[in-house]
């Protein structure tokens, strides 16, 4: 496990840790030597809970340290104590910060105490990292503390006016190292507000490219675009092909077009009218602008326009991409959406690169998000489609997962529809495992059968899957023995069946 080994590399990012009391410095020594992560997390506890501010701080930062290992996909194991770690994180931040000597440097304890929070914090916590900018510390500490300063500002719907005040400040102090200054514009970049605003605008106007491309970087985000894609782009013509850094690249991108759609490519707009309304959606000029090329696209009449409209409403990048509210036109893509299943599918010529069946894709998408328990009998009729195009019945199936997943209760038509998919010999094996995924954590006695029939299956790969449904929460008790059972009956070594692993690892859990 690679999150021990790191873990025991470790042992601090600002502690000098030699301590007079036997328990903490065993406790300390176990992190050097331990070999599980039961073993971490009980020489962690012991270091979190006592009162010596060196040893808090220390498991300050191993909690940080495991926190950012986890990104290699193995889970924090301090994460269970996650609310006693901030607790004592905003209580050392309550404290005067602790001297400097040959253990830390002044200040050391806030330093961690920052790091616990960075990505936790929230307006409660805006009095204390204020505190730590007044005394313009610098260093990690003040680098910590921009980077909390940024969380907060991000989370806090109405942004402290005296944090945005004192970051922008430091962000025009000249006296201060550019790279600083950096960082202070940086923690603004997510916060709301026309006085962020205005100190995002007046950065582009300095002399140093960096601190031009940061601020620029801002205003290419969310709905800030609209109001300042002349000034971008007035900015991104005069950055030398030498001084552009990431903050530049991310701003081209804005200014670029978004996606053509999601299963419309090689097809698309032949008016010239449609193809300017459709390059205004993928590149808005401005909001307004963008709302209404939208409406065109929605209401045009046209089959593909109104697919090419729904992938936009659907991609993240694409209605949204610079957080436009897009609730008012909900009611109105579902009952499109719904409309177009009522359709015989798209022709495979009206959408040359994913084939034939996009209109049905684009709809079922927006039935995945938005489709309500009344729209069971058309999902399930979209399921049950022998005939359906690959492309339409993956996105059915999508489609029937996330709805399940949301309803309050699972629509037996939905699930028989499932069922269908999974015992039909006929269908594409994987469209009947994720048949069989789609049921997965969905309460209720008749997905239970399914899965229990499932489990039955000649064929390994449903067998596997269905095992793995029955090892959820509600339902690994009462069927333990039978996957225990079904387990040992599969090949093991190279002949092992894909994802088996997963069943194993939960009957471990």
Not at 412 to 439: N, T
Not at 467 to 488: I, P, R, S
């Amino acid at each position: 496990m690679f999150m021990v080994t790191f873990l025991r590399e470790f042992q601090s990012w600002y502690w000098n840790c030699d301590f007079d009391d036997a328990e903490l410095q065993a406790a300390f020594d176990a992190t050097d030597a331990a070999t599980t992560l039961d073993e971490f997390q009980r020489a962690f506890l012991v270091l979190l809970r006592s009162e010596d501010t060196v040893a808090r701080g220390t498991a300050l930062d191993f909690f940080d340290r495991a926190a950012a290992t986890s990104r290699f996909g193995e889970a924090n194991p301090f994460e269970p104590y996650q609310e006693e770690v901030l607790a004592v994180a905003r209580e050392m931040l309550r404290r005067p910060p602790r001297p400097g000597d040959d253990i830390a440097f002044e200040g050391a304890d806030h330093a961690s105490a920052l790091l616990a929070l960075k990505n936790d914090a929230g307006p409660e916590d805006a009095e204390a990292v204020l505190a730590v900018l007044r005394r313009r510390p610098d260093g990690e500490l003040l680098y910590n503390a921009l980077v909390t300063a940024g969380t907060i500002l991000t989370s806090s719907e109405t942004p402290d006016p005296r944090l945005v005040a004192l970051i922008g400040e430091m962000a025009f102090d000249r006296s201060l190292d550019i790279d600083d200054r950096h960082e202070a514009l940086s923690a603004l970049r997510g916060a709301a507000g026309e006085e962020v605003t205005a100190l995002l605008v007046r950065a582009t106007g300095e002399d140093e490219y960096r601190f031009q491309q940061e601020a620029a970087w801002a205003l290419s985000i969310g709905e800030r675009f609209y109001a300042h894609r002349a000034l971008l782009e007035r900015l991104d013509a005069s950055w030398p092909d030498g001084e552009r850094g990431f903050e530049a690249s991310e701003v081209r991108r804005a200014l670029g077009p978004g996606p053509h759609s999601t299963y419309w490519q090689g097809g698309g707009p032949e008016s010239p009218g449609l193809l300017q309304v459709h390059r205004e959606m993928r590149a808005p000029t401005s909001k307004r602008a963008h709302r209404q090329a939208f409406r065109t696209m929605l209401y045009s009449g046209l089959v593909p326009m109104v697919g090419i409209a729904l992938d936009h409403f659907c991609d993240s990048d694409g209605l949204a991409r610079f957080d436009l509210d897009v609730e008012a036109f909900r009611p109105n893509v579902l009952t499109l959406a719904r409309h177009l299943l009522t359709l015989s599918p798209s022709s495979a010529t009206a959408s040359p690169e994913t084939g034939a069946g996009a209109s049905h894709a684009s709809a079922l998408d927006v039935l995945a998000r938005l489709a309500e328990p009344g729209d069971a009998a058309l999902l399930a009729a979209a399921l049950r489609h022998r005939d359906s195009a690959p492309l339409a019945r993956e996105r059915a199936l999508r489609a029937a997962q996330d709805c399940l997943d949301r309803w309050d209760e699972p629509d037996d038509r939905v699930v028989a529809a499932l069922e269908g998919i999974i015992f039909d010999p006929s269908a594409a094996l994987d469209d009947r495992r994720f048949a069989v995924i789609a049921l997965f954590d969905v309460p209720g006695p008749q997905v239970t059968a399914v899965l229990l029939r499932a489990a039955h299956s000649s064929v390994l790969p449903v067998q596997v899957e269905a095992a793995l449904g029955l090892t959820c929460d509600h339902l690994l008790d009462e069927h333990h023995d039978l996957v225990c059972g079904l387990v040992a009956s599969w090949p093991g070594g190279d002949d092992e069946p894909d994802r088996a692993w997963l069943v194993r690892d939960a009957l471990r859990d």
